[in-house]
């Protein structure tokens, strides 16, 4: 069958929206109509080429999304026809297909990984699927594929917040953002949010944030051990893919503290810490997708949602079709946008 998707085909390059062919499901494979995409930096990222060459091109691009079940190919359990799924880049139960192969009209073949999600259809391995709720919609939905996941994940699993913790959160993305908004819906009663961008700081206490600091015109730490009386945080949590928030992250805490790095630096690039302040008992973790359990964790968020304690309108600030999606990416790159859902 045909699909109209947006192709990468080289870095540094808009995508390409093109009509390919898709062939049927495979072996653990899943044809999902999609009907609504995020867009996060890990595919401005892959489009930049800052994690060095890219030797999949031309290939299929988008790792959250959520739709429903069209076809299965043999020895998928997990779902069937029909189902409104959520779909992750990060790995659940069943069988892991990690690749399959696409054509546009010239007959060139589009390499696809085991999730795309910036095209109408797409052929997804079973193991990138968790089923949710018909009740749930869509463009929230998708939010449930990669921003919430790791943004509440890290609230969640990585440090298991405990409300009387204080908490920083740099960089007020899509995964800051969920971050955020998950530490809000447990009750956490000190969330400092800390941006570049004023309207990111303002969206931020309306999510949630007890707090708010300026990192380009205010002294992060200073501000920060203001507000903790001079302890600093229990925890701060990296979002922002910032050397400087990186090493204020870190410098911000205090002596039993955690600091999270879920950003990503350019390919190469360092931090520098104190090491000292390991000795005297400040930590620093990283995390892997907020160490999400796509099976448990996704359902969770959604019943969350469907009960009204996780708010997860709220992280959608724009909305484009998928003709817009390299005005869109443009627009995520100076900053301005939270979460941009591609509506198939
Ligand atoms: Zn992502």
Not at 284 to 290: A, F, V, Y
Request: proline share 3%; with cysteine.
């Amino acid at each position: 069958m045909k699909t109209k998707a947006a192709v990468l085909y080289e870095q540094n390059q808009p995508l390409v929206i093109e009509e390919i062919t898709i062939p049927e499901p495979m072996e653990g494979q899943v044809l999902v109509k999609i009907i609504a995409s995020g867009i996060c930096r890990t595919q401005i990222n892959e489009i930049k080429g800052e994690k060095g060459p890219d030797k999949f091109l031309p290939h299929t691009i988008g790792h959250e999304g959520a739709g429903i079940v069209q076809r299965v190919g043999r020895k998928v359990k997990k779902v069937k026809a029909g189902d409104h799924v959520v779909l992750t880049w990060i790995k659940g139960i069943g069988l892991d297909i990690s690749s399959s192969k696409y054509e546009n009209n010239k007959g060139v073949a589009i390499n696809s990984g085991a999730i795309s999600t910036f095209m109408e259809y797409a052929i997804i391995s079973e193991n990138r699927l968790v089923v949710i709720p018909d009740e749930m919609p869509f463009n929230e939905a998708a939010l449930l594929g990669c921003a919430i996941p790791t943004g509440a994940g890290i609230i969640k699993n990585s440090i298991n917040l405990n409300k009387e913790k204080s908490i920083s959160i740099f960089g007020i993305g899509g995964i800051g953002a969920s971050a955020l908004l998950y530490a809000s819906s447990i009750g956490c009663s000190k969330i400092i949010a800390v941006d570049v961008n004023e309207k990111k700081l303002k969206f931020a206490m309306d999510i949630g944030a007890t707090q708010t600091i300026n990192s380009k015109t205010e002294n992060v730490i200073s501000r920060i051990k203001e507000i903790t009386d001079n302890n600093g945080t229990d925890y701060a949590v990296e979002c922002s893919g910032k050397k400087e928030a990186m090493e204020a992250a870190f410098a911000s805490i205090n002596n039993k503290g955690t600091a999270v790095i879920a950003g990503n630096l350019k390919y190469g690039e360092k931090i520098s810490i104190n090491p000292f302040d390991l000795i005297l008992g400040k930590k620093i973790i990283g995390t892997w997708g907020g160490e999400t359990k796509p099976d448990t964790d996704i359902p969770l968020y959604a019943k969350m949602f469907l009960s009204g304690r996780l708010k997860l309108g709220k992280l959608i600030t724009h909305k484009f079709n998928l003709e817009e999606i390299n005005e869109a990416i443009n627009l995520i790159e100076k900053g301005e946008v939270v979460r941009a859902i591609i509506e198939l």
